[in-house]
Structure formats: C-alpha cells, structure tokens
Nanobody, 123 residues
Framework: QVQLVESGGGLVQAGGSLRLSCAAS????????VGWFRQAPGKEREFVAA???????YYADFVKGRFTISRDNAKNTLYLQMSSLKPEDTALYYC?????????????????WGQGTQVTVSS
C-alpha cells in the first residue's frame, strides 16, 4: 500500500513554470510505475507523463518539450517540472502509482492516487 500527496500547484501566468511534487509513503516506492494525470472541469482525466520502475519515460504529445517527469526513489518523491505553461494546461493534476505493469497512459492501470493539486494558468 502506498499513499500519495501532491503539492506545488498554484496560479501562474502563461509562459511561466511550476514544479509539482508527489510524496509517497511506504518503503516500496521504487517498485511502482508512477505517472501524472490531469483533469479539467467537464473533461475526462488524461495522461500527462509516466516513469516506469525501469526508468523509461513517456509523455503525452501535448507536453513534449515542455514538461519533465522525474523520480527520486531515495526521497520517495515524484516530480513534474512544467515550463512554457499555457492556459489550456489549467487542471487538477494527480499523481498515481501502478504496482503491476499496466498500460502507462490508461488511468485504470493505476491503483493508488493522490488527492490532486490545482494548476491554473492565466492568459
């Protein structure tokens, strides 16, 4: 069992940057595939980025070149560095953990979820 707590969201102007963090409890964080998803009002939850236990990285096309996912297993923490933010990036951002080997971009592959952190980008 792992519990996830996101932080780092906020209000930023278009073109700005934010760094999201996701602190995980438990000693087995390194054994999880982890990812970031987001959900805007009235829209479905969508994949943003994932990092596998092997270190493999995956990004949604709309964030490639702007967002960077990373993890620090020693600190049990997942990060999402976001730059060149756009108003359409406004959403509630969630981190999630998959203890198995599900499809990285499918929300239903992930068993554990945080409560989310709000990112709002003003134009």
């Amino acid at each position: 069992q792992v519990q996830l707590v996101e932080s780092g969201g906020g209000l930023v102007q278009a073109g700005g940057s934010l760094r999201l963090s996701c602190a995980a409890s438990g000693r087995t964080f390194s054994s999880y595939n982890v990812g970031w998803f987001r959900q805007a009002p009235g829209k479905e939850r969508e994949f943003v980025a994932a990092i596998r236990r092997s270190g493999g990285l995956y990004y949604a096309d709309f964030v490639k070149g702007r967002f960077t996912i990373s993890r620090d297993n020693a600190k049990n923490t997942l990060y999402l560095q976001m730059s060149s933010l756009k108003p359409e990036d406004t959403a509630l951002y969630y981190c999630a953990a998959d203890p198995y080997s599900g499809t990285y971009y499918r929300p239903d592959s992930y068993v554990h979820w945080g409560q989310g952190t709000q990112v709002t980008v003003s134009s």
